[in-house]
């Protein structure tokens, strides 16, 4: 195996410590010596983990748990996990097909062009926080080279850090973005563009099929759009909270466009 450098090391190290600010840490526990200049012998016991959060907690074992993971051949190649970023304690989790160049190079889950989109359908479609009402990760945490689909061993390697993320999160509902990862999840090959709307069971997890967002901005039709539209829709109304008045001015404007056209 590779050894890691410097770089590589210094961005897992942040990426993991982010991952803890996201997770509620405010204090981590650390060698007093690697603060001789500053702490007096008197306050050298170790520091106590700082959290009130046992979902977290669990969340952060998945993460222990996972390691520097060399489970599957996509470990080669990859320069970071993508473990996942958000609420630890998040109604509504988003379920990706894997990380691309952007998000191997940062650590962190849709974060490229497919990212923007899907920010944009949370914070503009939905109304709500990508960061705190939202946690996102993908089927396999490690990027496919050339942006290939995941393989099954692959998947098969990844998924049980999938599902126990989900238990530990315990969200209200879950939502597959694209083919691979509504398949993965239902474990049959799912015909997104058919199933995407209807709710299925996943793990006792409601689960939402829709389109993935790299598709939407490939296919970026007003008939695409609607439906991811529509299926946010669902998941709003299954969380309880307020449908935005975009949906509406939306099909409003769907309506003038087509009135021009005709
Ligand atoms: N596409 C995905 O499915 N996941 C990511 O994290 C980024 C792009």
Same mark, same amino acid.
């Given at each position: ?10 961005? +897992?190290?942040?990426? $993991? #410590?982010?991952?803890? %600010? @996201?997770?509620?840490?405010?204090? =981590? ?93 949370? +914070?503009?479609?939905? $109304? #709500?926080?990508?960061? %705190? @009402?939202?946690?996102?990760?993908? =089927? ?98 299954? #969380? ?23």
């Amino acid at each position: 195996m590779q050894t890691p450098d410097r770089n590589s090391l210094l961005r +897992e190290l942040k990426n $993991h #410590l982010l991952f803890l %600010k @996201d997770a509620g840490y405010s204090e =981590i526990p650390c060698e007093s010596d690697l603060f001789t200049d500053s702490v007096s012998p008197s306050n050298s016991s170790p520091i106590k983990i700082m959290t009130d959060n046992k979902k977290a907690n669990s969340l952060i074992e998945v993460r222990e748990e996972l390691g520097v993971c060399t489970r599957c051949k996509l470990s080669q190649e990859r320069k970071n996990i993508v473990f996942g970023s958000g609420n630890p304690k998040a109604d509504l989790v988003f379920v990706g097909e894997g990380p691309g160049a952007d998000e191997d190079e940062q650590g962190l889950p849709f974060v490229g062009r497919a990212g923007k989109k899907l920010t944009e359908i949370i +914070e503009k479609g939905m $109304h #709500l926080d990508r960061e %705190k @009402d939202t946690y996102i990760c993908n =089927i396999v945490k490690c990027r496919p080279p050339g942006n290939r689909d995941p393989e099954k061993e692959e998947i098969a390697a990844c998924n049980p850090f999938l599902i126990q993320q989900l238990k530990a999160i315990q969200p209200r509902v879950v939502v597959a973005l694209g083919k691979p990862a509504a398949s993965t999840l239902l474990g049959r090959n799912v015909p997104i563009t058919k199933e995407r709307g209807t709710w299925h069971d996943y793990e006792g997890f409601k689960l939402m099929l829709t389109l993935h967002p790299a598709y939407l901005l490939r296919a970026y039709t007003i008939e695409n759009r609607k439906a991811v539209q529509s299926d946010m829709k669902k998941v709003l109304k299954e #969380l309880g909270l307020p449908l935005p008045s975009l949906f509406l001015v939306n099909v409003l404007n769907i309506m003038k466009m087509m009135l021009i056209a005709m």
